[in-house]
Every structure is written in structure tokens, then in C-alpha cells.
């Protein structure tokens, strides 16, 4: 079936760092590839999302491209800041019902 | 209604007894799934609605949960005969037109003592 694989974490980085969160999906259909975003305390809240192969999404300096060769989403920051601290879950969105199938989530904490 | 609500916010419960969780979506969203957030597990998949289509439950875990959705809007998650495994955090998301972004209510923490 329909999955995603998503690096585990929990990923501990220091602020102005260079972020990667690895995400892999299956590749049947054309699927649509998001990362949504769990700060602490809050609901989950859609950060990025790219609907077709070479597709760019970006947001708040994170960004992930849709690679269908390598059926990769990878999220990147360049620097990131002690408020990026949360949960970050890749998830792909594919056939005729748009069911949103999730990656496990990854923790990442920013220390000052 | 401004987002997706959803009541309780926590629940509590002995094992055995029947559960029931409600979600009301946004107001006019076709879609609506819920989910269960567990520690270590992720966002595992359970029911999804849209609109007057036979629902996708391909994700309930057993036949002890059940859904349904009244009249398009409101939805009820049912847990039959709790179980410990079943604590967890039950997530509501609703979509509109879109349907690539989903909107996610606050979740209901289920403990089943």
C-alpha cells in the first residue's frame, strides 16, 4: 500500500544549523507531497506541499522538493532558529479518495 | 465554525467500557478523516468521509471502531470495549474544495486505565 519513510529522530541541532529531514514515499499514481508541522502544543498545521515531480514547496526558509526519480521529499532549512523546534511529518496525497498518508514524524529540538 | 473542534479534549476510561469522540469539521469541508497519534507510531491512518461517498475505512485497527458522519457534517468515532493499546491521541482533520490541505482539530488524549 501507500506509505511514506521518514527519518527518525529525535534530531538535536544547535540554532543556525543546517537542517535535513529525510522523507521517501511510494510511488504509485502521481501522488501530492506535503510536510505538515506539530509545534508543541498545537495542532498539526501544513508547512509545504508540492503537487507535481521537480515541484519546489517553501515556507518560513524550509524548503523540499518533489524528486520522482529518487521518490524523495527531503525538507531543508539553511539555518534554523530555536522556534522551528516541533514535530515535522512528511505525507504523500494520492488516488481518487485523496487519502493523506503519513511518515512517523520526526522530533527536532534547536538549542540556543 | 472558526476551526475543526473536537470534544473531549481528554477522555479517561476503564478498560471495557465504550468510548465516544466527536469531531465537527469546518463548516461546508466534504472531507474528513481521523487519525490516532501514538508515541513512536506516528499519525496512523483510520476513516476517511467524503461527502456522501461510502467511507474508506481501511485504517480501523479492528472492528471494535466504528464512524459515522451525520448528515455530512458532525462525526462520531466510536471505540467499543477499550483496550489499553488503544490510548492514544484521536485526531479529526477536515478538507474543503482543496482537498490538499488538511485542517486538524486539537485531538482528543484517550487513557485507558
Known amino acids: 500500500g501507500d506509505s511514506v519513510t521518514q527519518m527518525e529522530g529525535p534530531v538535536t541541532l544547535s540554532e543556525e544549523a543546517f537542517l535535513t529531514i529525510n522523507c521517501t514515499y511510494t510511488a504509485t499514481g502521481y501522488p501530492s507531497l506535503f510536510w505538515y508541522v506539530q509545534y508543541p502544543g498545537e495542532g498539526l498545521q501544513l508547512l509545504l506541499k508540492a503537487t507535481k515531480a521537480d515541484d519546489k514547496g517553501s515556507n518560513k526558509g524550509f524548503e523540499a522538493t518533489y524528486r520522482k526519480e529518487t521518490t524523495s521529499f527531503h525538507l531543508e532549512k539553511g539555518s534554523v532558529q530555536v522556534s522551528d523546534s516541533a514535530v515535522y511529518f512528511c505525507?504523500?496525497?494520492?488516488?481518487?479518495?485523496?487519502?493523506?498518508?503519513f511518515g512517523k514524524g520526526t522530533l527536532l529540538t534547536v538549542n540556543p | 465554525g472558526a476551526g475543526v473542534s473536537q470534544s473531549p479534549s481528554n477522555k479517561v476510561t476503564e478498560k471495557g467500557k465504550d468510548v465516544e469522540l466527536r469531531c465537527d469539521p469546518i463548516s461546508g469541508h466534504t472531507a474528513l478523516y481521523w487519525y490516532r497519534q501514538s508515541l513512536g507510531q506516528g499519525l496512523e491512518f483510520l476513516i476517511y468521509?467524503?461527502?456522501?461517498?461510502?467511507?474508506?475505512k481501511s485504517g480501523l485497527p479492528s472492528d471494535r471502531f466504528s464512524a459515522e458522519r451525520t448528515g455530512g457534517s458532525v462525526s462520531t468515532l466510536t471505540i467499543q470495549r477499550t483496550q489499553q493499546e488503544d490510548s492514544a491521541v484521536y485526531l479529526c482533520?477536515?478538507?474543503?474544495?482543496?482537498?490538499?490541505?488538511?485542517?486538524f482539530g486539537s485531538g482528543t488524549q484517550l487513557s485507558v486505565l
Open positions: 482533520a477536515s478538507a474543503g474544495g482543496s482537498k490538499e490541505k488538511l485542517f
Open positions: 468521509f467524503q461527502g456522501n461517498s461510502a467511507p474508506d
Open positions: 505525507a504523500r496525497q494520492g488516488g481518487s479518495n485523496y487519502k493523506l498518508t
